[in-house]
């Protein structure tokens, strides 16, 4: 009898002592430094370096070793899309201007109206119905470039527009029949520069001159073929780069700033400045910060090109400079991390591979039950919305031994 009752103790005891022992944490909290992809143009670095007087040309040689800053001609007109499989979208006209009125043409047909009231345009079949205006295989909208802007709503923010013209194409979406494709085509080297909104128009001028320098290579660059997906060269938020429109040239006092420092990066009428290897325009990359050195392009996408090496960033740790992201810290719930690894549970993950410059490769989660899976690091920041590629860093993480930067190349020179 005095058996039994100690083994009744001792299994009364043992279950809460192994639920002990496999208890997983509510939460994690993940550390880290940086925000992007890190490859490429550091855009606190460039901020940073402008400060301590370095020049546009400068700051891109330092970031694109192998690279040459020289004019390139930039006449061309760019298609950028500004809302991407829409059923349905109304444009409208600003209110807050004179005169306003556009020229609304339906495919090949001609005018059909000239109006300034808002027009509803709709998916229908394979064509696009235009309020009660008509349907067309397409439609294309134009107004006074000197007196009119555009608004054109879309799924993440609205865009005011200004320049060039817009068009509205059926396109056939995988899953979804037909959609509407909305682009903007306008020339690049001014209106479409103008509207770029990756910087501040407050930071100093050689910063927004290499951004701008950046950019235009950026166009340059994928301009080859139109994207069949999206009837479009570049889109205008982050998959390319930020084309905010009207909305970024047209900011009291700041914008005029912005517009100065793209004038200041053209050569002549026909040419203006860009990043160029072997005579050609770059794969140009750039991102707001870095955990202290920027990622190659191997790294990040696998493909290795001579210009987009690691290059120390020392700017992007200084908390004046980059004061949100230079040590940030996510707290990440039990629910979300095991949705991400696809486990029941998780009782910790570790950064199982890093590059030369401490940024995470791959991480690998293990449960309560010792399963183990593993994401790349590009996985688990988009399904966990970390901001960078570096955390959960190493007491020494290894950076670059830092070069001096380059002098500008007597070829190619910034405006005052």
Request: a neutral charge.
């Given at each position: 009898m005095k058996r039994l009752f100690t083994l009744a103790i001792l299994v009364l005891f043992a279950t809460p002592l192994a639920a002990q022992a496999t208890a997983v944490p509510a939460t994690f909290t993940v550390k880290g430094a940086g925000f992007g992809h890190g490859v490429g143009l550091s855009q606190i670095g460039a901020k940073g370096q402008a400060l301590e007087g370095k020049s546009a040309i400068q700051i891109l040689n330092y970031y694109f070793p192998t690279s040459q800053v020289?004019?390139?001609?930039?006449?061309?007109?760019?298609?950028?899309?500004?809302?991407?499989?829409?059923?349905?979208?109304?444009?409208?006209?600003?209110?807050?201007?004179?005169?306003?009125?556009?020229?609304?043409?339906?495919?090949?047909?001609?005018?059909?109206?000239?109006?300034?009231?808002?027009?509803?345009?709709?998916?229908?079949?394979?064509?696009?119905?235009?309020?009660?205006?008509?349907?067309?295989?397409?439609?294309?909208?134009?107004?006074?470039?000197?007196?009119?802007?555009?608004?054109?709503?879309?799924?993440?923010?609205?865009?005011?527009?200004?320049?060039?013209?817009?068009?509205?194409?059926?396109?056939?979406?995988?899953?979804?029949?037909?959609?509407?494709?909305?682009?903007?085509?306008?020339?690049?080297?001014?209106?479409?520069?103008?509207?770029?909104?990756?910087?501040?128009?407050?930071?100093?001028?050689?910063?927004?001159?290499?951004?701008a320098i950046a950019s235009r290579t950026y166009a340059l660059s994928r301009m080859r073929n139109i994207r069949k997906e999206c009837d479009c060269n570049l889109y205008n938020h982050k998959y390319d780069q930020v084309y905010a429109g009207y909305s970024k040239e047209g900011e009291p006092r700041f914008g005029q700033l912005w517009k100065a420092a793209v004038s200041a990066t053209n050569v002549d009428t026909t040419t203006a400045l860009a990043i160029t290897y072997q005579g050609k325009p770059i794969n140009v990359f750039f991102s707001s910060s870095t955990g202290g050195a920027t990622a190659t392009s191997k790294d990040v996408w696998g493909t290795d090109y001579p210009y987009l090496v690691s290059v120390p960033d020392p700017w992007s740790l200084d908390g004046k400079l980059n004061p949100k992201y230079n040590a940030w810290s996510i707290t990440v719930s039990q629910e979300k991390i095991a949705k991400a690894f696809g486990l029941p549970d998780v009782l910790r993950y570790a950064v199982t591979s890093r590059t030369k410059t401490s940024a995470a490769l791959t991480v690998t989660a293990t449960s309560s039950a010792g399963v183990k899976a593993r994401l790349t690091v590009s996985e688990f920041k988009t399904r966990l919305k970390i901001p960078s590629s570096w955390f959960a860093l190493p007491a020494t993480a290894v950076v670059p031994t830092p070069s001096p930067i380059p002098a500008p190349t007597e070829s190619a020179t910034v405006k005052p």
């Open positions: 020289i004019p390139v001609v930039d006449t061309q007109t760019i298609r950028v899309n500004i809302a991407h499989q829409v059923a349905a979208i109304k444009i409208s006209l600003t209110k807050n201007k004179s005169n306003n009125q556009w020229t609304l043409s339906a495919g090949e047909t001609g005018t059909v109206a000239t109006d300034s009231k808002p027009i509803y345009f709709s998916i229908l079949g394979k064509q696009i119905a235009a309020g009660n205006l008509g349907i067309a295989d397409y439609w294309t909208l134009r107004w006074n470039e000197s007196t009119t802007t555009v608004v054109v709503p879309s799924e993440s923010s609205t865009s005011t527009l200004a320049h060039g013209y817009l068009q509205l194409k059926p396109i056939l979406a995988p899953g979804l029949g037909y959609r509407i494709e909305v682009t903007n085509t306008l020339n690049l080297r001014d209106h479409y520069l103008w509207g770029i909104s990756e910087v501040s128009s407050s930071w100093p001028a050689a910063a927004m001159q290499a951004q």
